[in-house]
């Protein structure tokens, strides 16, 4: 069975960090780029970072940069995302996603091919 599962999420302070976790099971995500995406309430859903297949390359969403870190542990089949300094406005639905792609595409601040998806993983941010 094909399945992404996220986890790591929480509640945490302003200021604070998680990392949270994507786990593949049936299938080798070293084959995939992976993306991280987001959806608060009342608000689109946003790619939030990815990392290429080979881990070559990396791509953040500009309100994240320099306070998220995404990264991979093929052995592992699982991809992290840590993010520090969090701000309420982070407070969303995280997911995961294979794309379609070996490297990571962004047309129009859109990050593109997303096509298996986990659960989701909730994150809020709050004092």
């Known amino acids: 069975q094909v399945q992404l599962v996220e986890s790591g999420g929480g509640l945490v302070q302003p200021g604070g960090s998680l990392r949270l976790s994507c786990t593949a099971s049936?299938?080798?995500?070293?084959?995939?780029?992976i993306g991280w995406f987001r959806q608060a309430p009342g608000k689109e859903r946003e790619g939030v970072s990815c990392?290429?297949?080979?881990?070559?390359?990396?791509y953040y969403v500009d309100s994240v940069k320099g306070r998220f870190t995404i990264s991979r542990d093929n052995a592992k089949n699982t991809v992290y995302l840590r993010m520090n300094s969090l701000k309420p406005d982070d407070t969303a639905l995280y997911y995961c996603a294979t794309l379609s792609t070996l490297a990571c595409t962004v047309v129009d601040g859109h990050l593109m091919g997303a096509e298996y998806w986990g659960q989701g993983t909730q994150v809020t941010v709050s004092s």
């Open positions: 049936g299938f080798a995500l070293d084959y995939f780029a």
């Open positions: 990392i290429s297949s080979s881990a070559g390359s990396t």
